[in-house]
Nanobody, 128 residues
Framework: QVQLVESGGGLVQAGGSLRLSCAASGRTFSSYAMAWFRQAPGKEREFAAVISGSGGATDYADSVKGRFTISGDNAKNTVYLQMNSLKPEDTAVYSC?????????????????????WGQGTQVTVSS
């Protein structure tokens, strides 16, 4: 069993930055691929970024590529999402998720049903 707790959300102006954290407990952090998903009001949950257990591989949604960076600290069992150049359309609840493997295809890396454990989420609001 893995428990995930997100933090770092808040209100920021467009163009600003935030860093989200996801603290994992229960099993060895490096055993899992860790991802960030987001869900805006009235919309379906969507993939944002993923990192392999070793930290050697990452992938991003086109909508955040070049602005967001996912990273992990195995010693702290924590994964981060650095979000720069934020836009109002980035407003959403951001949740981290843990999956048993870093998928070999884009679909397997980005589909939420491939992730077994989820945090409660943290709200990010970007004002214009």
């Amino acid at each position: 069993q893995v428990q995930l707790v997100e933090s770092g959300g808040g209100l920021v102006q467009a163009g600003g930055s935030l860093r989200l954290s996801c603290a994992a407990s229960g099993r060895t952090f490096s055993s899992y691929a860790m991802a960030w998903f987001r869900q805006a009001p009235g919309k379906e949950r969507e993939f944002a970024a993923v990192i392999s257990g070793s930290g050697g591989a990452t992938d991003y949604a086109d909508s955040v590529k070049g602005r967001f960076t996912i990273s992990g600290d195995n010693a702290k069992n924590t994964v981060y999402l650095q979000m720069n150049s934020l836009k109002p359309e980035d407003t959403a609840v951001y949740s981290c998720a843990a999956g048993s493997a870093f998928g070999t295809t884009w679909y397997s890396r980005t589909a939420d049903f491939n992730y077994d454990y989820w945090g409660q989420g943290t709200q990010v609001t970007v004002s214009s």
